[in-house]
């Protein structure tokens, strides 16, 4: 998705999402839902391609309130700067939002890296009967995924 408001930002789905992952060692998958969204719906497992998700709240439960430190937390949990940053939510909307603020703000440094949104997110849309997670996203396209 690229427009006006995020020129920065390509999306890909979660199936491509995978591919970059595997392929691209430097590459890592940002995961910006809260803390009760991970623990009860779960997350992306890259165990098997020897990663990890990060996981940094864009916005914090219960309000859902805008995480101030949300750039400087992943910078610091990340490190040295990946080749492409990979963001993922529950449906895609709050991490474009995630994506824009980090490409944003290594703008401002004068640092590039590719920030990507991951399309239909973790549980995608709401299906026929207003369920999330069999329609589209990460887990109804069959990635791995695991929860506590």
């Known amino acids: 998705m690229t427009t006006d408001r995020y020129p920065l930002i ?5 199936r491509e999402a995978w591919n970059i992952l595997s392929e691209d ?15 009860f719906v779960g997350w992306s497992d890259l165990s098997a391609i ?5 996981h940094v709240e864009w916005k914090s439960w219960p309000d859902l309130t805008p995480n101030p430190a949300f750039v400087g937390a992943l910078l610091e949990e990340v490190g040295e700067l ?9 449906s895609g909307a709050r991490s474009m939002q995630a994506a824009q603020a980090v490409a944003e703000a290594l703008t401002a440094r004068g640092e590039s890296v ?9 549980e995608g849309d ?6 999330r997670g069999g329609l589209n996203g990460w887990k109804a396209h069959g990635l791995a995924w695991c929860q506590s």
């Open 82 to 90: 990946p080749s492409r940053f990979l963001f993922i939510c529950r």
């Open 114 to 122: 590719p920030c990507i949104n991951v399309a239909e997110g973790f």
């Open 25 to 39: 060692k430097r590459s890592v998958l940002v995961d910006v839902r809260t803390r009760p969204e991970w623990t």
């Open 10 to 14: 390509p999306e890909v789905g979660p």
């Open 50 to 54: 020897g990663k990890e998700t990060i």
């Open 126 to 131: 709401l299906n026929n009967l207003a369920h």
